[in-house]
C-alpha cells in the first residue's frame, strides 16, 4: 500500500520526489494564498516537505497529521503528478438528503398559505419542525425562493375614482418638466417632537453599537414645511408651531418671495385639507403662477418631498436630543443649509405603465383574497349638523378637513403636465 521498501532490521524509506522548478513555484504560490482551500494548502506542504528529503513521519509530525496521509499523497504524487492535489472534496460528511420536487411545493404552499398556531408567521425552526426537516433546509429552500416572511412592508392601494388622471399629471411633471417654470414637490412634515432622552447614551467604540434610553421626555412639537425643487434638489423650508391654513398662505408667500418674477410654480401636493382651504383656493385664484397638481388619495409616495423628509428623519433628528422646540429648529435648519450648499436631486425614473402594471397585479391579489375590496371609492357627502354649522368650513367643503379627497383641480388652459406625444 505504501511507496517505498523495508530491508529485514532496516526502517521503511519512503521513495523520493522530484519537483520541477515551475511545480515548486506553483506549489509554494498556493501554500500562500489566502483563497486556497485548507485541503490543498496541506498536500502541497506535504509535497514540498518530502521533495526536501524529509520522511513521512517528520513530514507528518510538522504538520500534526496521521503518517499515513503523508504517505498517501506522497503515493498519489508519484503516480498522478501534481492534478490530483487540487481536488476538493464536497463540504461535509456523508450523504446529503434529497428531497422531491412535492416536498419542495408542500413547504413553499405551507409558507405562504397558512400560519403557526399562535403565530402570524413561519420561522425556520417552527416550519422544520410542522414538515419534519432539518431547519437548514427551510433556509435553502426559502432563500432559493426569495421567501422572507419575517418581513413585511407597509402599502395601501389607491381607490381614488380619478387615480390614473391624476397620475399621469404628476409622473408627467417628473419626467417631461414644463420648460421655463419650476416643479416644487411640497408637503408639511407635522408634530415633529422635540425629544430629550432620560440619561445620557453610550458612545460606539469597537464591536458595539451607540446606544440610547427607551425613554424620553417631551419638549414640545413644531410642524416643518417644505418645498423640495426638481431640478436641482435645493429645500425651501419654514416652521411653525401649527399647520393650519394660515400657516400654508404664509409658506405660499415665501415661495413667492424665493422664487420672484412671473415664471410659473408648478406645486406637488397632497389632499390635506390645509391644501384645498377656501382661502387658500382664493389666494391661488389671485396669484395664477402657482399650479397645484394634486396626488391621488393614498399615493404619498409619488411626492419625492417625502424621500427628503426621510433623510431629515434618519440623519439628524431620530438620534438627536433636543431640550426644547428653538433646538430642534435650529437643528433643522443646520441639516437644510448643509444640503442646499450641495445638493442632490431625487431621480424619478417610473413610467405610467410600469405603476400601472404593479398596480393591477396587486388589485388581482387583493380581489382573490376580499372580491369589491378594490372598487373606486365613492364621495359621500356630508350633511349639515343641526347647529346651524352648514354654511361652515366643514359643511360647504368636505374636502378641506380630509386627505382623502378625490377631487382634481382643472389646469389651466394651455398648460399640461403630459409628455409630448
Known amino acids: 500500500m505504501f511507496s517505498g521498501s523495508k530491508s ?11 519537483l520541477k522548478q515551475e511545480d515548486r513555484l506553483e506549489l509554494q504560490r498556493r501554500v500562500t494564498a489566502h483563497g486556497t482551500p485548507q ?5 502541497c506542504q506535504i509535497i514540498l516537505s518530502a521533495a526536501e528529503g524529509q520522511q513521512d513521519k517528520t513530514i507528518a509530525a510538522g504538520l500534526q497529521i496521521n503518517f499515513k ?22 463540504a461535509g460528511r456523508g450523504r446529503k438528503p434529497h428531497y422531491s420536487d412535492e416536498k419542495i411545493k408542500a413547504i413553499i404552499s405551507a409558507t405562504l398559505q397558512t400560519r403557526p398556531a399562535g403565530a402570524t408567521h413561519w420561522s425556520c425552526r417552527t416550519l422544520a419542525e410542522q414538515q419534519g426537516i432539518s431547519k437548514d ?23 381614488d375614482v380619478k387615480f390614473l388622471e391624476k397620475l399621469t399629471d404628476v409622473v408627467g411633471l417628473y419626467l417631461n418638466p414644463p420648460e421655463k417654470a419650476l416643479v416644487l414637490r411640497v408637503d408639511e412634515k407635522s408634530q415633529i417632537q422635540a425629544l430629550d432622552r432620560t440619561q445620557l447614551g453610550l458612545p460606539p467604540k469597537n464591536g458595539r453599537c451607540g446606544t440610547m434610553t427607551h425613554d424620553y421626555k417631551r419638549n414640545g412639537t413644531t410642524t416643518l414645511f417644505a418645498a423640495l425643487e426638481l431640478a436641482q434638489g435645493k429645500v425651501v423650508r419654514q416652521c411653525f408651531a401649527r399647520h393650519r391654513n394660515r400657516e400654508f398662505l404664509q409658506f405660499l408667500r415665501r415661495l413667492d418671495q424665493e422664487f420672484p ?13 390645509t391644501h384645498k382651504h377656501p382661502k387658500v383656493k382664493a389666494w391661488l385664484k389671485k396669484h395664477p403662477r402657482f399650479l397645484p397638481h394634486f396626488v391621488p388619495t393614498s399615493s404619498r409616495w409619488l411626492n419625492l418631498v417625502q424621500r427628503w423628509f426621510g433623510e431629515l428623519t434618519s440623519k439628524r433628528i431620530r438620534r438627536g436630543t ?5 433646538e430642534l429648529i435650529t437643528a433643522i435648519e443646520e441639516f437644510m443649509d448643509t444640503w442646499n450648499r450641495n445638493p442632490k436631486p431625487f431621480v424619478w425614473t417610473a413610467t405610467v405603465d410600469s405603476i400601472v402594471e404593479k398596480l393591477r397585479r396587486c388589485r388581482q391579489t387583493l380581489e382573490n383574497i ?8 365613492s364621495r359621500k357627502k356630508r350633511k349639515n349638523n343641526s347647529s346651524g354649522l352648514g354654511n361652515t368650513t366643514l359643511g360647504c367643503y368636505p374636502e378641506a378637513n380630509s386627505r382623502d379627497d378625490t377631487s382634481h383641480p382643472n389646469l389651466p388652459p394651455g398648460e399640461s403636465a403630459l409628455p409630448p406625444a
Not at 370 to 377: E, N, V
Open 8 to 18: 529485514p532490521g532496516m526502517p521503511r524509506q519512503a521513495q523520493p520526489i522530484t
Open 39 to 43: 485541503q490543498v494548502a496541506q498536500r
Open 69 to 90: 496521509t503523508v504517505a498517501l499523497w506522497r503515493a498519489r504524487f508519484r503516480s498522478e503528478g501534481t492534478d490530483c492535489l487540487w481536488e476538493v472534496a464536497a
Open 137 to 159: 433546509t427551510i433556509h435553502r429552500v426559502w432563500q432559493s425562493h426569495q421567501l422572507k416572511p419575517h418581513l413585511q412592508k407597509t402599502f395601501k392601494l389607491s381607490r
Open 261 to 273: 418674477g412671473d415664471i410659473p410654480l408648478h406645486l406637488v401636493m397632497d389632499n390635506y385639507g
Open 322 to 326: 433636543f431640550l426644547n422646540v428653538p
Open 370 to 377: 376580499q372580491p369589491g375590496c378594490t372598487l373606486p371609492r
